[in-house]
């Protein structure tokens, strides 16, 4: 189950984790997640964070998963001789790895070889941006839609580029992460795979796109959308249409469907069109 965290409660998730992990507040985090051996990358990540801490002491990576125990102590070893193992945190198997993904700022797919890994989904889900390898999986698709940075296949010095980049320019981090973000709540929720398995098993379900225009009805939308989210028919997608509202209206919006678990998107205009006919 996907949860959902409003900016309070991520900023909450980001001390409860560092907390978790011995971690200064202001510790930046660069993550990677999944079995810790040679087609992960493991050695290609301890590369890449080694050459970001040099040039800045708030940096820490953090590797959630089990690990290769031969392979971890080669990387180790290299750590150590760095004198940078307090800055190395191998979480192991948790409970909630989502709480992670939430509390990273980065995160850096080292994998040599991974058709498309779910890692990616989760990362942008959390609205963390992704730096990966070229040629390394179907994942550079995705990235390629502005939500992420390819650098050329196990580079490291131009991963450590890359994600010292996005470390110095938080905004355009938010940016692609955004990006990402809305592309899969919008094209991998676990909505559209009940719906391509229910046509698989000849057995389709209806598709039912809702559109909410809106102009300055902040104080009625509560109400609209929850009717929506009520429906005895699950609707395939929300979509609601901003006409550049004067009031809260786009907060509400934004506030429901942080918590909406049906595929959603607003799109907001900068002017108002005059009509809710032209929004369309």
């Known amino acids: 189950m996907?949860?959902?965290?409003h900016a309070v409660d991520r900023q909450r998730v980001r001390e409860a984790v560092r907390a978790k992990l011995q971690l200064?507040?202001?510790a930046t985090i660069i993550l990677c997640a999944g079995y810790a051996d040679h087609r992960k990358g493991l050695d290609l990540f301890v590369d890449v964070c080694l050459t970001v801490m040099r040039s800045k002491p708030d940096v820490v990576a953090v590797w959630v998963g089990y690990v290769d125990r031969v392979f971890h102590a080669k990387q180790m070893?290299?750590?150590r001789e760095a004198a940078l193992e307090h800055r190395f945190v191998f979480a192991g198997l948790v409970e909630n790895p989502q709480e992670y993904y939430f509390a990273a700022d980065i995160y850096a797919l080292t994998s040599r070889e991974d058709p498309?890994?779910?890692?990616?989904?989760?990362?942008?889900?959390?609205?963390?941006?992704?730096?990966?390898f070229e040629g390394a999986g179907g994942f550079q698709d995705l990235l390629k839609r502005d939500c992420g940075i390819l650098v050329p296949a196990f580079d490291t010095g131009a991963m450590a580029a890359a994600v010292s980049s996005l470390l110095d320019d938080p905004d355009k981090a938010r940016s692609l992460a955004g990006v990402g973000r809305d592309i899969v709540r919008q094209e991998f929720s676990f909505s559209h795979y009940l719906h391509d398995l229910m046509i698989y098993a000849e057995r389709p379900l209806p598709r039912v796109s809702v559109i909410l225009p809106n102009y300055n009805y902040a104080r009625y939308?509560?109400?609209?959308l929850n009717s929506i989210a009520?429906?005895?028919t699950r609707p395939y997608e929300l979509i609601v249409l901003d006409d550049a509202s004067t009031d809260e209206s786009v907060q509400v919006i934004e506030q429901f469907l942080a918590d909406c678990d049906i595929p959603c998107r607003l799109?907001?205009?900068?002017?108002?069109s005059g009509s809710v006919f032209r929004q369309w």
């Open 116 to 132: 498309f890994p779910s890692v990616v989904l989760e990362a942008l889900d959390a609205t963390v941006p992704v730096v990966a």
């Open 221 to 224: 939308l509560g109400a609209r």
């Open 267 to 272: 799109v907001v205009n900068a002017q108002n």
């Open 2 to 5: 996907r949860m959902l965290y």
């Open 230 to 232: 009520d429906q005895t």
């Open 77 to 79: 070893q290299r750590v």
């Open 24 to 26: 200064s507040t202001n």
